[in-house]
């Protein structure tokens, strides 16, 4: 079965810190894309990072750029989104997923058209 499951979210400070990870099953990550998401509440779901399956071009939305970091271990199937610099307008449901590429019009295609989301992590910043 083709899974990515997301887990790291938790309660955090301003300013704090949290790594996520997406963790994917039943197939080699290292071919594909990997794009994070979030939705807040009375939001809707946004494009946050992406990272090419050939490491060498990345995605960030304009409100995370300095403070997150997408990277990728091969070697455990994993992609991780290292948040730094939290502020309350980051509280949100952390999701993964595949996008064909990490383009701006990729990741819009898949935000719009995509159904099949997981349960996503919760990500909650708040003093």
């Known amino acids: 079965q083709v899974q990515l499951v997301e887990s790291g979210g938790g309660l955090v400070q301003p300013g704090g810190s949290l790594r996520l990870s997406c963790a994917a099953s039943?197939?080699?990550?290292?071919?594909?894309?990997i794009g994070w998401f979030r939705q807040a509440p009375g939001k809707e779901r946004e494009g946050v990072s992406c990272?090419?399956?050939?490491?060498?071009?990345?995605y960030y939305a304009d409100s995370v750029k300095g403070r997150f970091t997408i990277s990728r271990d091969n070697a455990k199937n994993t992609v991780y989104l290292q948040m730094s610099s939290l502020k309350p307008e980051d509280t949100a449901v952390y999701y993964c997923?595949?996008?064909?590429?990490?383009?701006?019009?990729?990741?819009?295609?898949?935000?719009?058209?995509?159904?099949?989301w997981g349960q996503g992590t919760q990500v909650t910043v708040s003093s």
């Open positions: 039943g197939f080699t990550l290292d071919y594909y894309a």
């Open positions: 997923a595949a996008p064909p590429s990490c383009t701006v019009q990729a990741m819009n295609i898949m935000k719009a058209t995509r159904t099949s």
């Open positions: 990272l090419n399956s050939n490491t060498r071009n990345t």
